[in-house]
């Protein structure tokens, strides 16, 4: 018999070895190893021979592909063969592997890209699982598994988990000690049922609800956590309180602003100011959409607090932005001192930690330092991830009895309800209004018949610049850096690939109009796989104008202010969830210029009508709603884009499950979920990931 908090060293099949490998993957319980979930299910709960395949109605696979559910790709189809011919070859970057297997009933064609493990795994004669999808007669992508026929039950004959690469498991081996967990698994209450349904699930419902289990728990852990924070904080005392009589300053220091505030930036600063004159310090989350103008909001009462002999520090995510509100910042308040702090920027501080206060600015290196600047004021630029704060930051806050103010900022749309539920121990500014002078992209849908007409419409306004003879620049954005790291071929744009194509489609335009080699546009990229130094060259050329098309990863989504960039290209833009591309919407006409967002699909008719709505749609919180009635949107793509990247199992947008979280502490408060402490652990460790911008 097994319990959840068991070592995986006692399960039958692991070893001191597989423990050794296991533990680098932090899985040392057996509960952390039933966590480990799979990536997808395949269903092969009906084996077919090849004859069957072949007589597979279009209709019948588009059918069972239109169902909802998200994890199970229900067009798969599986099949029991031997190998007869297995070959692969390259063309450009690809490599292609071809096989043909037979069963006695006819034989079939199998085609792979970019799986450069096959070949050793192909012997001739041998027999295999297949499992792929179905198109024109010829299995795609399939799964390839040597498993004994009489092995039914485990790897076949229902929906098989597929797992991503753990230790050295092989997909076999993880899913035969799972089973071996799971049968004796002891006092672990409803989770026995959760983790037979997300292993080995009888039906996609099952799954569903398996993983809605999760989520509660999730939730439930959330909320128990705030409150505990909520409690903690009220025990804390502000390292400084400005005096009441401080009020009227901020009124005046606002007059010199270069634009007047809206009312919405003067309802949060002065919420902000109220806040600093207690003796609890703050705790406040501003939350306002790209382009709102929370800097400013964050700034007022920050000079304020210098003025006061106090330091203070503006911690954001990247070194261009350190930079650029450094500069801003300081033409605003000529008269306080500001200070810019980043990796490269090894100031000692000592002499300016004089009995004047300072603005600090910069980048996480900061957080080394707070011990010395000692700020009274804290602010934290999450940009568009809610709730990533650095651990160092985390431990300073906690060591100390007294404490900076914190305000944290964040462009994620996070609904009122939302917060009010799960995060009480925050107080909340929102900035619902935009700068008048700023006006949000207009959005248009561009199907595939029409992408190459678009890139023409692009590349004549660009190549005409504007009326007061200032370049305009563009950002096109793909999913993927490139095709392999998905595993999937088809539409998934890529960026180099985006950019062979679009050099070439150029070419073309150039010709048409005779535009000379000289006034052609210079076209970069931008993607994670480039090291910062260069990254920052590239962001640096754009900011100068050097560069007028920028092919990019969504990198840029997080907090580069590109002010001249006017339009913005979203390939494959179903892949995102609309708050995502929301946001990288916002990140064109940053100066009030009149801008542009091109959203290119080629999906389906569903995720058409939801950029549709997109276009229509201006509000950012408004979006966030609608991806949180499509469930997971984000999830449904395998990768996170919710924004709120601290989540394992629940998605933030499912208020019935917030409200059931709810109803349950309300009649168990001191429930213990088992998966707190697991959930602990693991945030830990993910915010020293986020650390690394
Ligand atoms: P975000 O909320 O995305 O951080 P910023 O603080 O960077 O937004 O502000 C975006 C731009 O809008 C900046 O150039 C800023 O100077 C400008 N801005 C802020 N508030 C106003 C306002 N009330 N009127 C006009 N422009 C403003
Ligand atoms: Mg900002």
Known sequence: MYQLQDSVL????????????????????????????PLRYEDRSSIKSIIEIKNLTTSETTLANSTENQKVKTNFVTTFAKLLKFNEYRKGRLLISRATIYDGTGQINCVWFNNKFLKNRMIVGQSFFFSGNLKDDTLMQATVEKVAEDAEGIHTGRLVPIYSQLADFKQGNLRR??????????QAGNFEQIFHDLHFPESIDKIIAARENLALEEIICLIQKSQ?????????????SLPTSIKQKHIDSSSSLPFTLTAAQNKAVEEIFNDLQETTPMNRLLVGDVG??????????????????????????????AQQHFTNLSKIFKNISFCLINSDVKQELSSSTTSEGVFYIGTHSILNRLKKINPSLVIYDEQQRFGVKHRQLDEYLDKNQNQPHLLSMTATPIPRSLMLSIFSHLDLSYLDQMPNSRKMA?????????????????????LGGNTTGERKQALIICPFINPSSYGATENVAAVKDSLELLKKELKTIYKKLNIKQDSQLEIDVLHSQLNKKQQAKVIENVY???IQILVSTPMVEVGVDLPNADIIVIQSAERFGLSSLHQLRGRVGRKGQESYCLLFSSANSDSQ????????????????????KNRGAGDILGYQQSGLNNLHFASWTNLEIINLAQKKLMTEPDYHSPLQDYLEKVNSQSTIQTATN
């Open 10 to 37: 006692l399960v039958k099949g692991i070893g001191a070895n597989l423990q050794k490998n296991l533990a680098k993957e932090q899985i040392e319980q057996i509960l952390d190893l039933l966590l480990f979930l």
């Open 177 to 186: 000690i799972l089973a071996e967990i799971i049968g004796k698994l002891h």
């Open 228 to 240: 505990q924070a909520k409690k903690e904080h009220q025990k804390k005392h502000a390292i400084f």
């Open 292 to 321: 709102s103008g929370k800097t400013i909001v964050a700034a007022i009462p920050a000079s304020t607090m210098v003025e006061n002999g106090q330091n203070v520090c503006l911690i954001v995510p990247t070194k261009i932005l």
């Open 442 to 462: 207009t959005t248009w849908f561009i199907p595939k018949s029409k992408e190459k007409k678009a890139i023409e419409w692009l590349a004549k306004e660009l």
């Open 544 to 546: 100068k104008q050097k």
């Open 609 to 628: 009508d939801r950029l549709q709505k997109f276009c229509q749609e201006k509000d950012g919180l408004k979006l966030a709603e609608i991806d949180l």
